[in-house]
């Protein structure tokens, strides 16, 4: 086990499948206290107890992490288990992708309220208490979608950069607070299910032939964390070795 992940208070949002699922689940192996959140709380409750049964310790709580109150309680209820909390790992989003003529504007405000003020609210919960300890660490998943764009991704990407600039903004205004954007390429999850319009569902099932499992993304995640507090990694992209995404 890793001295600098066993222990940690790890706070993990979207947590109940694809890349927060298998990031709670390694970071458990590894000895931190996971504390997942996520709306599907039936999912959330067996991932947990898969958890404690393989010798992890694991807490889990009901999350929409487009309601700031709903944040700072799911953080309230982290601390009031394990103590202060070390890690947020801002994980939850959503893509339904579509072309703008479509005019899904449902989507895109759906999108901006998961996406970036998902990560503002994560930000939110823990950063002054981190500041206060003058220790901590703020992980937002991004997406090679917040480095490139692709026709029905223009909303989607545009989130996604938003994390990007919102990450490293954080990073230049505090020399305490560690932060990292992890930025994965194609990854197998849900995210796929979420797409309304046919013609971009099609492409993303396309485009997945040669994806990551979520693994991939949940060991650069304990990567970050695992280095000496006066080290910060700044971003990762990860990507399949078979495909140019």
Same mark, same amino acid.
């Given at each position: 086990m890793s001295t600098n992940i066993q222990d940690k208070v790890i !706070?993990?949002?979207g947590a109940s499948s694809g890349? #927060?699922? /298998?990031? /709670?689940? !390694? !970071? /458990?192996?590894e000895g931190a206290k996971v504390v997942l959140g996520a709306r599907r709380t039936d999912r959330l409750e067996k991932i947990i107890a898969e958890i404690r049964e393989a010798g992890g310790t694991a807490e889990c709580r009901t999350l929409d992490v487009s309601n700031l109150d709903d944040m700072r309680g799911f953080a309230a209820? /982290?601390?009031?288990?394990? #103590?202060?909390?070390?890690?947020?790992? $801002?994980?939850? #989003?959503?893509m339904p992708l579509s072309p703008l003529h479509e005019l899904?504007?449902?989507?895109? $405000?759906?999108?901006?309220?998961?996406?970036?003020r998902g990560v503002l609210h994560g930000i939110a919960a823990v950063l002054p208490a981190m500041r206060a300890r003058k220790s901590g660490h703020i992980i937002n998943i991004s997406s090679i979608g917040g480095h490139q764009v692709w026709a029905t991704c223009a909303v989607y990407s545009g989130t996604k950069f938003a994390v990007l600039a919102i990450s490293e903004g954080l990073r230049l205004e505090n020399t305490d607070v560690r932060v990292t954007v992890v930025s994965p390429g194609v990854v197998e999850s849900e995210l796929a299910d979420t797409i309304s319009d046919e013609t971009a569902r099609q492409s993303m099932k396309d485009f997945r032939k040669v994806a990551l499992t979520p693994d991939a993304i949940g060991r650069a995640i304990a990567y970050a964390i695992e280095q000496p507090a006066d080290v910060n990694i700044n971003e990762i992209i990860v990507r399949p070795t078979a495909g140019a995404q």
């Open positions: !706070l993990i949002t890349i #927060g699922e /298998a990031t /709670a689940r !390694l !970071l /458990a192996r209820f /982290a601390e009031s288990k394990f #103590g202060p909390i070390d890690v947020i790992v $801002n994980n939850a #989003g959503v899904k504007i449902d989507e895109w $405000n759906r999108m901006i309220d998961v996406n970036i």
